[in-house]
């Protein structure tokens, strides 16, 4: 199955689980998370603010496929590309991958879904002019979800990896410049996701209409 999506991973994240997703075979999922944080040459930290109750957000983080299939219905930017299986798997079992025509092209790994806690392994490959020397790396995103009334607070803290010493050199000098393309794209990207959610909240029925089965009844169950 083959779906355009939203960051989303991460949402946004799905956002910026969208920004470093590949291929870790045969490779112990938790301890290359640890390792990610540890040695991470770039470190990017923000909170966010999503305008519907945390039970909502929780959905959609745990729900891609649908997430990514409503992205593109709205027609919304970057056109990613999503396949997988729906469910992540809390014990990141089940990667989906993801591609978008900025160049992004790998694989995501859930590797904690406990409420109000997510984390996220992404490996992959990207081809940006705006990020040069960083082909390839890992990365880990780590979301904790915040309920604040009608609303709910995201903090997102995200470590980058390059596949290369040399990249590692360049991503130490360049770390400013590839902050600020994260912070632009899970802004932008947020801004987006946080209006599909906004209309789940108010009308659930008619977002549902946008959605062709499986995902219809997949959406109607979880949200």
Sequence with gaps: MTLGLQKAIPFSLISLVLLFPGVLWGEDLVSKTHHVREQASVIYKSQHKVACYRELVEAALLN??????????????????????????????WPIHIEDPTGIVGDIWQIKAVKGHYTYLARGKLDHWAVPAFNEGTAVFDMEIISSGSTTQVKLDV????????????????????????ENRV???????????????EEPEEVAKRLKQPLRKEFEQDF
Excluded at 65 to 93: F, H, Q, T
């Design 64 to 93: 891609p496929l649908v997430m990514g299939a409503l992205w593109a219905s709205y027609g919304y930017k970057p056109s990613y590309r999503i396949s997988g299986e729906n469910s992540l798997g809390a014990d990141g079992s």
């Design 159 to 182: 470590f980058l990896i390059p596949e290369s010493r040399f990249a590692e050199a360049v991503a130490w000098v360049l770390s400013p410049i590839i902050k600020a393309r994260v």
């Design 187 to 201: 802004t932008l990207n947020l801004q987006d996701v946080s209006s599909i959610l906004e209309d789940i909240a």
